[in-house]
């Protein structure tokens, strides 16, 4: 009698996991993970016949520049992006180890998978946007410098934005060395899109360059952050 109980029970956890997988709908979905301090992890997850077919897995600078894995010097994180993507499609789900020494890539990868899965998912509730941390950048400005901002999102609603200017050479300016109130000018941003229309701040006065630059990059990241 006891043996049967398992193997029902069993049986019923098989069924139970088969139409959740089931119930994705087919096509391809992209999604991001929150903005680590130093990187952002996305995914793209291919599903046929309602399972995950295949797993793409790429990660991003700060500065919104792509990892070259093929010369990456970090043994560990080349492994978490060459193996986590088959390992989630073997087992249909994002319920897999932590590849010691890439704890932050592999959490990353599996937050980006399982966002692109509730996309997939027709029962998902899902607001406009995710919660959390999204990196977006502006345009390259007449200068050759570019903005990277950090948006902070919650229920829908931007809650606030930091800023970094990346320069030409890619390394990040020090606002202190610049002859202008450039942290000022962010911070004032950051206020006006707590309840602006997202990523359309109205032209601050005396800082018309930052208010473009801001608003391309909120968009962006309001693009990675999107729930669509």
């Known amino acids: 009698m006891r043996k049967t109980l398992v193997f029902a029970l069993m049986l019923m956890l098989l069924v139970t996991s088969a139409a959740s997988a089931a119930n994705w709908v087919d096509g391809e979905y992209e999604a991001w993970s929150d903005a680590g301090r130093n990187s952002i ?3 793209k997850v291919f599903i046929e016949d309602g399972k995950i077919a295949a797993i793409i897995l790429r990660e991003y600078t700060s500065k919104l520049v792509e990892k070259d894995f093929a010369v990456y010097s970090w ?9 986590l993507g088959a390992q989630m499609v073997e087992i249909q789900g994002t319920d897999v180890d932590i590849v010691s020494g890439a704890t932050s890539s592999s959490t990353m990868f599996k937050q980006a998978v399982e966002r692109a899965l509730l996309k997939a998912d027709p029962d998902a509730k899902l607001g406009k946007y995710f919660d959390g ?14 903005e990277v901002v950090r948006v902070t999102i919650k229920d829908d609603k931007i809650q606030e ?6 320069n030409p050479d890619y390394s990040v300016l020090d606002p202190a060395d610049y002859n202008w ?15 602006a229309e997202p990523g359309y701040v109205d032209v601050i006065s005396g800082a018309t360059g930052i208010t473009l630059t801001g608003n391309i990059a909120v968009r962006d990241a309001l693009s990675r952050a999107s729930t669509k």
């Open 41 to 43: 992890g996305y995914a």
């Open 75 to 83: 043994e560990e994180a080349r492994t978490a992006v060459q193996t």
């Open 133 to 146: 941390v999204f990196l977006g950048r502006s345009h390259y400005t007449a200068r050759g410098y570019y």
């Open 161 to 166: 934005v930091t800023f970094e200017r990346i």
């Open 181 to 195: 109130p450039l942290e000022m000018a962010w911070l004032q941003y950051s206020n006006l899109a707590k309840d």
